[in-house]
């Protein structure tokens, strides 16, 4: 064999174990969620005061497509290191440690306490009322 053959092998290998890791995450972590009926955006976020409400509902679909949890499933008291966390034995990619790394760079040299999605929504609407209502600075936590 030569070795542009056995490279070639090696790639579409390895190609095919990154797919077949991405599908077999998405998957198991899609499952976690489907148990839990589904709800509107507001009523997930009915404990903040109205105006919030009306703020956050516009980021929570985002947030739920970034983490991958299905429309409607997601939960202020999901975790970030327990709930939303991927597989590890089966992921590359892992969504919840990269929106928690966003935030770090959104508010830099300050210790921010992150392990649910509540805390998220709560620095969320902490860089909206510094921003005077300006929603692009938030909507730039969701990339």
């Given at each position: 064999?030569?070795?542009?053959?056995?490279?070639?092998?090696?790639?579409?290998?390895?190609?095919?174990?990154?797919v077949t890791?991405?599908f077999?995450t998405?998957?198991?972590?899609t499952?976690?969620?489907?148990?839990?009926?589904?709800?509107?955006?507001?009523?997930a976020?009915s404990?903040?005061?109205?105006?919030?409400?009306?703020?956050?509902?516009?980021?929570?679909p985002?947030?739920?497509?970034v983490?991958?949890?299905?429309?409607?499933?997601?939960?202020l008291t999901?975790r970030?290191?327990?709930?939303?966390?991927?597989?590890?034995?089966?992921?590359?990619?892992?969504?919840?440690?990269?929106v928690?790394?966003?935030?770090q760079?959104?508010f830099p040299?300050?210790p921010?306490?992150?392990?649910?999605?509540?805390?998220?929504?709560?620095?969320?609407?902490r860089?909206?009322?510094?921003?005077l209502?300006?929603?692009d600075?938030?909507?730039?936590?969701?990339?």
């Open positions: 064999m030569n070795a542009a053959l056995i490279v070639g092998i090696l790639v579409a290998a390895g190609i095919a174990t990154a890791s991405w077999l998405r998957r198991d972590f499952r976690r969620f489907l148990s839990r009926p589904a709800i509107d955006a507001r009523e976020l404990e903040f005061a109205p105006d919030e409400v009306e703020f956050l509902a516009t980021l929570w985002r947030l739920e497509k983490l991958g949890v299905p429309q409607g499933r997601l939960r999901d970030f290191g327990v709930e939303l966390q991927a597989n590890p034995k089966l992921a590359i990619y892992h969504a919840a440690g990269e928690i790394e966003d935030l760079e959104l040299g300050q921010l306490s992150v392990s649910t999605t509540r805390d998220y929504c709560e620095c969320a609407l860089l909206w009322r510094d921003s209502g300006r929603h600075l938030v909507r730039a936590m969701l990339g």
